[in-house]
T-cell receptor, first 113, second 113 residues
Framework: KAGVTQTPRYLIKTRGQQVTLSCSPI?????VSWYQQTPGQGLQFLFE???????NKGNFPGRFSGRQFSNSRSEMNVSTLELGDSALYLC????????????FGPGTRLTVT | GNSVTQMEGPVTLSEEAFLTINCTYT??????LFWYVQYPGEGLQLLLK?????DKGSNKGFEATYRKETTSFHLEKGSVQVSDSAVYFC????????????FGSGTRLLVRP
């Protein structure tokens, strides 16, 4: 089975711009979660989607949003980028039930200048 | 609240040495516990998991036992290799509520030949 894929792998944006990141889960997985990884804050949960519905949201400003499509693929969007948004954004997929083993993609490295 | 505490790194060992990385947690309810590993430039790989007290997770020579009485999930390996050099993350997820992983700060392991 193919693993979780994320595109693009690397991105450079300017402050004030917006960005969209994409994640394709493992086939058959219906849950997609997003995490932000930074040296200072570590790994922080952004949100989780299951069957196109957001089930959980972390403590991030409204500039961070996401959605999930009927094929379980997910996108996250960050508007009005700030320097502090520079991070590795990781997507994880799971079956979505209480087993909850989450499998991660390689991440998208976002640099905001 | 729920949290995970890991020992500070880096941990530097010689090849074939014994490895222990300490992890303790605070959680209400009955969490499942995980160890993930991150190699340079990559996403997180699930290393092992345990879903209830006294469970032992094991994979690739690594093992960890879910100790409810000491709220711990220490990672051990009997003989490390240079290829084990990576950052190791302990994490928990509460099965009775949110679907988000809560991570420790990570412990960098460096194995010298």
């Amino acid at each position: 089975k193919a693993g979780v894929t994320q595109t693009p792998r690397y991105l450079i944006k300017t402050r004030g711009q917006q960005v969209t990141l994409s994640c394709s889960p493992i086939s058959g997985h219906r849950s997609v979660s997003w995490y932000q990884q930074t040296p200072g804050q570590g790994l922080q949960f952004l949100f989780e989607y299951f069957s196109e519905t957001q089930r959980n949201k972390g403590n991030f400003p409204g500039r961070f949003s996401g959605r999930q499509f009927s094929n379980s693929r997910s996108e996250m969007n960050v508007s009005t980028l700030e320097l502090g948004d520079s991070a590795l954004y990781l997507c994880a997929s799971s079956l979505g039930d209480k087993a909850n083993e989450q499998y991660f993609g390689p991440g998208t490295r976002l640099t905001v200048t | 609240g729920n949290s995970v505490t890991q020992m500070e790194g880096p941990v530097t060992l010689s090849e074939e040495a014994f490895l222990t990385i300490n992890c303790t947690y605070t959680a209400t309810g009955y969490p499942s516990l995980f160890w993930y590993v991150q190699y340079p430039g990559e996403g997180l790989q699930l290393l092992l998991k345990a879903t209830k007290a006294d469970d032992k997770g094991s994979n690739k020579g690594f093992e960890a036992t879910y100790r409810k009485e000491t709220t711990s999930f220490h990672l051990e390996k009997g003989s490390v290799q240079v290829s084990d050099s990576a950052v190791y993350f302990c994490a928990l997820i509460r099965m009775d509520s949110s679907y988000k992983l809560i991570f420790g700060s990570g412990t960098r392991l460096l194995v010298r030949p």
